[in-house]
Structure formats: C-alpha cells, structure tokens
C-alpha cells in the first residue's frame, strides 16, 4: 500500500494534469484550477478514511467539526445568550470531532466499501450536491468540482492496487483486489447502503445536461492537433538529428 506522500504527490500531479488538460481545451479558465487541483489531491486521500487514526480521516473529521460548528453559530447565534451558546458550539465540535469519530472507526474495516469504485461515484455526487445547493456554484462548476473529487479518488485506489503487485518477484500479494473495486464485496450491507445513498444523491444533484453541453463544445480537436504537431515535430527533429549523425560519420 502506498504511504501518505506518494498519495498526496501523485493526487497533486494527476489534479494539476487535469486541470491544465482542462484550461487548454477551454472547459474550464486559469482562475478555476487551484480549486479544482485541490479538490482532486483531497479526493486522492479520501480512501484512507477508514484506517483508523490515519492524517486522511482526522483531518475530514476536523473539517467537519468545523463545519458543525459553523452550522450551530449560524442557527443558534440569534436565539441564545452567549453563555449557553459556548456551550452549544464546544458541544458540536466534541461530538463530532471524538464521539462520531469514535462511532465512524468501529464501524468502518480498512479498504472497505469506502475503497471501491462505487464510493467514488458517491463522493463525487456528494461533492455535487455540497457545491450546488450550499456553496452556490453554477451547475457546471458543482459538477466539475465532483468529477475532480472522483478523480483524485480513484488515482488513490489504482495507486494501491499497483503497490499490490511485487515486481521484482513477479507475484500479487495478499492485498492484490481489495483497493480498486466495485464495492465491498465481504460486507454487503454497507456495500447497499452506499448504493442507496448515491442513487438518492444522484436523484438530488442538479441536472448533468450543462456540463454535457459545454464538453461537447470543448475544442478538442484543437488540443489534440496541437499535441500530434508537437509529436511529429519532435520525430522531424528525431530524424533531422539522426541524418546529421550519419553524415557526420561518413568517410
């Protein structure tokens, strides 16, 4: 299995890679992509939520924490004094921050239902809905910030698998199937109550017909004749090189 480093630079080349791929055939502007790339390097370290202690499930339960409490501040901040309303907000974050997290490890296993592909599929719908309907982005870029979500998370599961395989003795190791998946295929309980969550979330998320539409208009025929011309024009100057070295030699 891959450490926490090689997850996290290779979630942040495969983001920044994307994104750039993304500004040239003109889906997306120059302003979108330091969101976009954090998005996909957060999604490659989503899969570790389940290890028990580990940076991935402490930090989102952290983000969390801070959200349940920004959360209580804006719907309590007008109805208590502020006293009881202290009390309120150091209540939701411990709740959050230790009780659910305390709850969440015992009835998490380490590459569960959350390393499948379907777990994907539900954090990039999950990150849809967020972005529409409480952060207030444009249908087009709550999609966007989903589909980067699902990236970054799905480089995570094809990183592990890649660790399951031991080169230099040409064998699969004991963990070779249980990183990229469908679903959890020991515990299918879980494995159904994901899928139930994500066909509710995909029936909230707001319709997929904008981005449809902008990726067909995408000029990708422009960006893929630009990459053959740089292709054939470093093979010219393959060649060019390779016939001056001969002339070079001749007697």
């Known amino acids: 299995m891959a450490n926490f480093n090689t997850h996290l630079s290779i979630a942040l080349a495969a983001s920044v890679g994307s994104a750039l791929v993304a500004v040239n055939v003109h889906l997306i502007t120059s302003a979108d992509m330091p969101w976009l790339i954090f998005l996909g390097t957060f999604g490659g370290l989503l899969p570790d939520i389940d290890a028990s202690n580990s940076r991935p499930v402490k930090l989102l339960f952290f983000v969390l924490s801070l959200m349940g409490v920004a959360t209580a501040l804006h719907l309590f901040k007008n109805n208590y004094a502020p006293y009881p309303l202290l009390m309120i907000i150091v209540g939701t974050y411990l709740f959050i921050r230790y009780a659910l997290f305390a709850f969440f490890n015992r009835l998490t296993v380490h590459r569960g239902v959350f390393h499948s592909l379907l777990a994907a599929l539900f954090f990039a719908l999950l990150m849809t809905c967020i972005s529409y309907y409480f952060l207030d982005?444009?249908?087009?870029?709550?999609?966007?910030?989903?589909?980067?979500?699902?990236?970054?998370?799905?480089?995570?599961?094809?990183?592990?698998?890649?660790?399951?395989?031991?080169?230099?003795?040409?064998?699969?190791?004991?963990?070779?199937?249980?990183?990229?998946?469908?679903?959890?295929?020991?515990?299918?309980?879980?494995?159904?109550?994901?899928?139930?969550?994500?066909?509710?979330?995909?029936?909230?998320?707001?319709?997929?017909?904008?981005?449809?539409?902008?990726?067909?208009?995408?000029?990708?025929?422009?960006?893929?004749?630009?990459?053959?011309?740089?292709?054939q024009l470093k093979t010219n100057n393959n060649m060019v090189n390779s016939h001056q070295g001969l002339t070079d030699v001749e007697p």
């Open 137 to 231: 982005w444009d249908i087009l870029h709550a999609w966007l910030n989903g589909i980067f979500i699902a990236l970054g998370f799905i480089v995570h599961l094809l990183l592990d698998e890649l660790y399951s395989v031991d080169l230099s003795n040409s064998r699969m190791k004991k963990s070779f199937g249980t990183a990229f998946k469908l679903c959890s295929y020991r515990n299918m309980t879980a494995s159904a109550l994901m899928a139930v969550c994500t066909i509710i979330l995909y029936w909230m998320a707001p319709t997929p017909l904008p981005l449809v539409n902008v990726w067909k208009s995408t000029q990708w025929n422009s960006y893929l004749t630009n990459v053959r011309f740089l292709r």
